[in-house]
């Protein structure tokens, strides 16, 4: 079979419902879903309708195991250490809620550049129960080894019971070393929380089984075709009694407070085998539409894309390509975010800096310091640049203004042409805007 | 305008998914969504597609706040002390886990018959971090006075934090004297939560305004005509600090740990008044498609049903002749699940028992003592009624079995006849069979 090309032509087959003058370079945030996915899960959807009783009492839970099923075999992860739920931050909620914490003691690291709703999560604990942390500060660039040396600072101590780091963090969006982080918090006996949200369809996710975590979560509606929203959690079998769902529903097993022992009969290791899949398969009336649409996401990825290597391959000879035009448009001083081992950058995702002129120092420096000058900013830009059909994501970091690009089997150059040629423009136009309308030593 | 005709005509025409030869006798549990609101929901998902990034981060907010208001206009509740949740279960662990509990001295009070997953939640915070909690006995018919003195015996002694009653019980589906409750819980400095799975579209939920409870959720999704899944979250305005999304999100304040003072200056009016939009409308990626169809619900009630008084006469009508039919189908002994005080009927849902020869006392003494092998017998009975299209949920309650029926504005009182006379034939050849398979002995 001779691969379909990928590009414009191809999203104009396969990606019909996303607006035809959109230029869509923030593919990272909320994912784009194929055509032929969407329509499985109406079709999905419409079963449920069909006949309510017997689709949530029987078919949910044959449908929902053949899709981990599916990903099992898709990315090399034992089945039945996999379980679905809505999104990644669902995912660290659903982790972070299930452990049965001492409050008095325990402790949580996590790193500066994580998150905001997960760290959120971590914040309320601590603020509603007492829960301890402690953060790594990260300041892209770095190498893995000064960032590896960062967690190693803190972890050393061995005070820590959970660390949760990004394996790819979203903005900045630069991949972490994860693989030797779960070996560090191995070593020093702490859990490992992988934060996967970009993970599955960018990283092989084979090292699940082989390192084996304590937990790990990944959206599959972000880089692996999945409507909206769904994800996966792994969890280490050692944890399978422990981990709850979220809410608590009806499966909910009150012997499972302290972590089951390995499993030592044969009637324990089948109960064990099946534990993640008897809690997590029904969480209560819900629309299980996108879940069920697994399958058809692979179909699409395998027989469409001709697999995960085709589909790498394309993002990365195209993200070579747009690291250029976009530092061209840009203009002098604008850089990728990228270290001397060139570990930084994930297929799907790189960040360029972008320098303005003197004219904005003040401004710049506003906005640096005070994040809610900053998001009302943002609010303004994003409005002009989706009005202009090219909304791309940026931040400030390590005093930098960095602007977060997406690379998928959709995009071709001209995107990045065009699309970072508006999003300068209108910065600037906003920026201007902002100076004209305060006086100078208002900023 | 003259109202249509509820009834099989209007099934046919407005309930055009649901599978035709099904007799739908349980709408209780998941409820039947009109075609138009479907049809709604499918243009909200395509509009999601259409450009992802302005929909979630401009779209969302603003249909999300119409959602509420429509709402807060039908049912006559502040929009202020409203959000959506994605269901009643979801409503309940959002409460329950955001008290910033003092877990050595916090105590939980809930009634026996409250709902599965829901009990669960409270006894995994019990299990997990030492809550406590204590629980009403309700073996009905029991009059309201009854239930009432029933939680007074306990909560007089003023050591309850929270107090979880229902205001429609799953099963049996009984009303509960929900409004006195409340009464009795501010009596005894006592927390509310009402779990009002059954209510919206039930019962009037203007109450809630008049003796402010600190907190209820109510499916939407059930009798509101909403899609899977959808839930309204009443939150007491001096709650609305202290409550937090589940998952915790972008949107958790971290000041609002302890109850919000009542607002003293109009900057914090103004705040109070959005706080519980400012965190609920995003609470990361998700489908957010059943939550935008309310005000597609409401106008549904309204013009095509002609308004809860409508539906709520068809139903009661149709109820009084469907017991009649039902208790002469299932045969001598079968009676309504009904108190003196002719409180615990719901106009969308009603009991009737049903006795069986003294062939099955032995069997039925296992069923009633072995809750396992009860949910063995109620699958095998609940597969073959749904083969035979005529699925209706059964349960034995204080040494009886009890069927619960349902009566929406699609039903004709002959569903009933032929559901009933399915129903038990069935029953009947499954507990035969398992008779013939066993020595008696076993049993």
Redo the contacts between chains.
């Keep these: 079979m001779v691969q379909e090309a990928f590009g414009h032509e191809f999203r104009r087959k396969h990606f019909t419902?996303?607006?035809p003058s959109?230029i869509l370079l923030?593919h990272g945030?909320?994912?784009?879903?194929p055509t032929c996915i969407?329509e499985k899960q109406?079709e999905v959807?419409?079963r449920?309708?069909?006949?309510?009783?017997?689709f949530?009492?029987?078919e949910v839970e044959e449908l929902y195991r053949k899709q981990i099923q599916s990903l099992s075999d898709y990315i090399n992860v034992d089945a039945r250490n996999m379980a679905l739920v809505?999104?990644a931050?669902?995912g660290?909620?659903?982790v972070i809620?299930?452990i049965?914490?001492n409050f008095s003691e325990d402790k949580v690291l996590f790193h500066s550049t994580a998150y905001?709703?997960c760290k959120?999560?971590i914040?309320?604990m601590a603020?509603?129960?007492g829960l301890q942390y402690d953060v790594v500060e990260l300041n892209y660039p770095l190498d893995d080894d000064e960032v590896l040396s960062k967690f190693e600072e803190k972890l050393s101590n061995k005070k820590y019971r959970l660390c949760m780091f990004d394996m790819i963090s979203s903005m900045p969006a630069v991949m972490l070393p994860y693989k030797d982080l779960i070996k560090m918090c191995q070593k020093y006996d702490t859990m490992s929380l992988l934060d996967g949200a970009h993970a599955a369809g960018q990283v092989s996710l084979q090292f699940l089984d082989e390192l084996q975590p304590d937990f790990m979560t990944t959206?599959l509606?972000k880089w692996l075709s999945v409507?909206?929203?769904c994800a996966l959690l792994y969890v280490n079998k050692k944890h399978h009694g422990m981990i709850?769902t979220?809410?608590?529903?009806?499966n909910?097993s009150?012997d499972s407070?302290q972590p089951r022992a390995q499993p030592k009969t044969v009637e324990d290791r089948t109960h064990n085998d099946n534990l993640l899949h008897n809690k997590f398969w029904f969480?209560?009336?819900?629309?299980y539409?996108?879940y069920l649409c697994i399958s058809e996401a692979i179909r699409f990825r395998k027989e469409v894309c001709g697999g995960e290597d085709c589909i790498r391959s394309y993002q990365e000879k195209l993200q070579k390509k747009a690291i250029s035009a976009v530092i061209k448009e840009f203009g002098p001083g604008s850089v990728l975010l990228q270290n001397e081992g060139n570990s930084l950058v994930s297929p799907g995702l790189f960040n360029i800096s972008l320098r303005l002129g003197d004219k904005y120092k003040q401004l710049e420096e506003k906005l640096i310091n005070d994040f809610n000058y900053f998001k009302k900013m943002r609010v303004l830009c994003?409005?002009l640049t989706?009005e202009r059909?090219a909304?791309i994501p940026f931040f400030y970091h390590n005093e930098k203004l960095w602007v977060r690009f997406s690379v998928q089997i959709f995009n071709e150059i001209e995107d990045y042409v065009i699309g970072a040629r508006i999003f300068k423009d209108t910065l600037i136009e906003v920026y201007d805007r902002e100076l004209a309308s305060q006086p100078t030593q208002e900023l």
Excluded at 29 to 33: D, K
Excluded at 246 to 250: A, C, E, N, V
Excluded at 283 to 287: F, P, S, V
């Design positions: 419902l996303l607006d959109v923030n945030s909320f994912g784009t879903t969407i109406n959807s419409l449920h309708e069909w006949y309510p009783d017997y949530e009492t029987f809505t999104n931050t669902t660290v909620n659903t809620r299930s049965p914490w905001e709703a959120n999560t914040k309320f603020e509603y129960f959206n509606h409507p909206k929203a709850q979220l809410p608590i529903s009806w909910y009150s407070c969480i209560g009336t819900c629309n539409s996108q994003a409005r989706m059909k909304y």
